[in-house]
């Protein structure tokens, strides 16, 4: 009897255990929900406080998107590239969001026109060059950092007013404006690195591009269109790769794609800035939100029609195949569908719209791959009918 009652009562203080477990995670989880900040790519809360708060109760820390199960022994992890900042040693942490490594989205962006690039420019019936493309993937992960420095070191005032953008780290002061200089020179020192790998051609180019970068945070200051001189500097990379392979410029393929892009920059990025209308209104700066306001539907819908016929020239002149325009089509498709559902008063929603480009983007370069492998096989037909 005694040793069936100590049984019952050591069952019900592990069933406690538990239970008081799982609320404490439910209520770290709701929290940090609730004291999430939008970033510039996402939600994420300030890792350098909470991250060390949760970690020290033994939970784990939601926005790293670190999943720790016990199933039959094993554990299984979820990687995100949160995980990887905030994996880091704490001092290096500031400065890898300072580069917005735990937001890859801006990455991506600046990268794809690269890809398109790469894939117009190799040869009929191969695989755009694997070398190239990891070359200007690490290249475009350092100059998007840098462009976020510098970003952060002009806008250091801005931020400070806005709750968005408050947490980072040089208007939190995690890191001086001296030390965000330091780290500028180094990203821009490895950039260049990079940069001196291919031709003279492309060297030459791809320096001419810094002014942009240098540049593009003061235009919300002066201009209503930042969106445009961001499209400028993130689509150099439709130059660039096509010079770095085939050693300069085919100018009918390589402005018509990046015009496009320029037109895709101002689609994507107008969308974004409706998440920060109002708080750019109480700040001072511009941004095609809030010229276009509620026209901004019908000038989407003018860059979509100008984008897709920059690229349908680009195909023309590249001499691309069947499958580049079915893409095209799908990819007129996803715009359209963007675009008509949006809500541009519904910030969840221009976020979402806003990430889902990049799908949109890799759904281009897929084309662009699979339209130069038609042309082996096309120009094999051609063969075997003269024959």
């Known amino acids: 009897m005694l040793q069936a009652k100590l049984t019952s009562q050591l069952t019900l203080n592990a069933l406690r255990r538990v239970h008081h477990g799982a ?5 770290s ?3 940090l929900h609730k004291n999430g ?19 020290s109760q033994g939970a784990i820390h939601p926005s790293v998107r670190l999943r720790e199960t016990q199933h039959y022994g094993r554990r299984s992890f979820s990687l995100s590239a949160a995980t990887i900042v905030n994996s880091a040693p704490a001092p290096v ?6 580069m917005r490594l735990d937001k890859p989205i801006g990455t991506w962006l600046l990268y794809l026109p690269c890809t398109w690039s790469i894939a117009l420019a190799a040869d009929p019936g191969c695989l755009p060059d694997l070398g190239m493309l990891t070359l200007f993937g690490t290249g475009a992960l350092l100059m998007r950092g840098a462009g976020c420095t510098i970003n952060d070191m002009w806008d250091k005032d801005f931020d400070k007013k806005v709750s968005r953008t408050a947490t980072r780290p040089i208007a939190s002061g995690e890191i001086s ?24 051609y492309s060297i030459a180019l791809g320096a001419a591009s810094l002014s942009l970068v240098i540049t593009y945070p003061l235009m919300k200051r002066i201009t209503y269109w930042p969106q445009f001189v961001l499209g400028l500097t993130f689509n150099w990379g439709a130059l660039l790769g096509w010079s770095a392979v085939q050693g300069s410029c085919d100018w009918s ?12 920059t101002l689609i994507y990025d107008t969308i974004y800035a409706h998440q920060d209308k109002e708080d750019d209104v109480k700040v001072g700066v511009k941004s095609t939100a ?15 029609v100008a984008m897709m016929s920059g690229l349908v020239v680009a195909g023309i002149n590249a001499e691309q195949t069947l499958p580049y325009y079915t893409v095209l089509s799908a990819v007129a498709i996803h715009l359209t569908h963007q675009i008509y559902t949006l809500d541009i008063n519904k910030p969840e929603d221009c976020w979402k719209k806003f990430v889902s480009n990049r799908n949109l983007g890799l759904l281009l370069f897929l084309g662009i791959v699979a339209g130069n492998l038609w042309k082996e096989r096309r120009e094999s037909l051609l063969q075997n009918e003269e024959v």
């Open 23 to 27: 609320c404490l995670y439910s209520l």
């Open 29 to 31: 989880d709701c929290f």
């Open 93 to 98: 942490q500031p400065y890898l969001r300072l």
């Open 290 to 304: 809030l010229r276009f306001q509620e026209q901004t539907k019908s000038w989407l819908s003018g860059f979509t």
């Open 177 to 200: 404006r001296m030390q965000a200089l330091v780290f500028l020179g180094g990203q821009l020192t490895l950039a260049l690195g990079i940069l001196l790998c291919l031709n003279y």
């Open 37 to 55: 900040v939008r970033t510039k790519y996402g939600l994420h809360s300030d890792s350098s406080v909470l991250g060390r708060v949760f970690y």
């Open 253 to 264: 393929v390589c402005l018509p794609l990046y015009f496009s892009g320029v037109m895709w």
